[in-house]
């Protein structure tokens, strides 16, 4: 039986497609060397959450690789809400807004001209995360978890190989996220998502420095803690940190702040979403609706200094 075609859209080159129809040349250094940066973004009401810093660290992602970005924030927010607009379904969106190095270069030499391409998949938000959100979810730590650290821990890049393994054997160990160590060899993230751990009241994240990336959710959820007037600490985190935590929760634009209640097979503090963690959920939603009806792009006009 053939499978259905996906549901969503794509831009690529100027025009909106069904993404069972988008195709990019197999000469595009994306696919060839994954030479490429990407940034998810997500909708609320349809309309685009901190767009703003999403293309800020996009362009940043690129500039690490020494990729040019031939189009301005008003061309590309142009083109994100055209996607958006297209998009044939109902709903939120997950917008997956990739660029590559595009054609040409002979070998791993970089192409001269560089003319890059975009690239936006505009596809359903996951429908599973809401109620994975609610129960919480189960960690592993793979036997495969180095992290990318270096020039690409901080980067979206597309070079996401140690990532994919690392969660497939996550996934069939009964994990839904598997963790990554970074760059001091203690736990760093999550392969497609931030790590917090709670301890006698105090949350604890990996800092920067430890190579993992820098999240635009994780910096929320700081910045509603501190409102929150809760404790919170940038440190590394060992697997005695993890395995005494009272609870845990992990974050990304699309997972939100998700609790997790077990980790490799036992359970994390009473194995049940905890209380710090569901009051920071029902904060960080409101941190959302009041971001999204201020109209703001970035958190730093939401939370000014």
């Known amino acids: 039986m053939a499978e259905d075609a996906p549901t969503g859209v794509a831009w690529i080159d ?6 069972s129809e988008a195709r990019v040349p197999v000469t595009d250094r994306g696919f060839l060397f994954a030479d490429s940066v990407f940034d998810t973004v997500r909708t609320y009401e349809e309309l685009p959450f901190l767009l703003g810093d ?19 924030d008003d061309e590309l927010l142009s083109i994100v809400g055209m996607t958006i607009n297209q998009r044939g379904f109902a709903g939120e969106s997950s917008l997956r ?6 054609d040409g270069g002979s070998g791993l030499s970089f192409p001269e001209p560089q003319r890059p391409r975009l690239v936006v998949l505009c596809r359903p938000v996951p429908g599973g995360y809401a109620s994975m959100g609610e129960a919480g979810v189960h960690l592993v730590r793979p036997s495969r978890h180095q992290g990318k650290g270096g020039v690409l821990g901080h980067i979206k890049s597309g070079d996401y ?15 839904m996220e598997a963790l990554m160590l970074g760059a001091d060899g203690s736990w760093g993230e999550a392969t497609t998502s931030n790590l917090f751990a709670v301890s006698d009241g105090v949350v604890t994240t990996p800092g920067l420095e430890a190579g993992i990336l820098p999240g635009i959710t994780r910096a929320l959820v700081m910045h509603v803690l501190t409102e929150e007037g809760l404790s919170l600490t940038e440190a590394s985190l060992h697997d005695a940190h993890l395995e005494g935590a009272d609870e845990l929760f992990i974050t990304s634009s699309l997972k939100e702040v998700m609790p997790a209640v077990g980790l ?30 201020a109209g703001y792009t970035r958190l730093s006009e939401a939370f000014p200094c």
């Open 14 to 19: 100027g025009r909106v497609t069904p993404l």
């Open 54 to 72: 999403h293309l800020d660290r996009l362009r940043r992602s690129a500039a690490a690789l020494s990729m040019p970005v031939p189009w301005t």
């Open 97 to 102: 807004v990739m660029l590559t190095r595009g």
């Open 161 to 175: 190989l140690d990532n994919l393994l690392a969660l497939n054997e996550g996934r069939r160990s009964g994990g």
């Open 264 to 293: 490799d097979g036992q359970p994390v503090g009473a194995g049940e979403p905890g209380p710090l963690t569901t009051q920071l959920r029902e904060r960080f939603a409101g941190a959302v609706q009041r971001i999204q009806r």
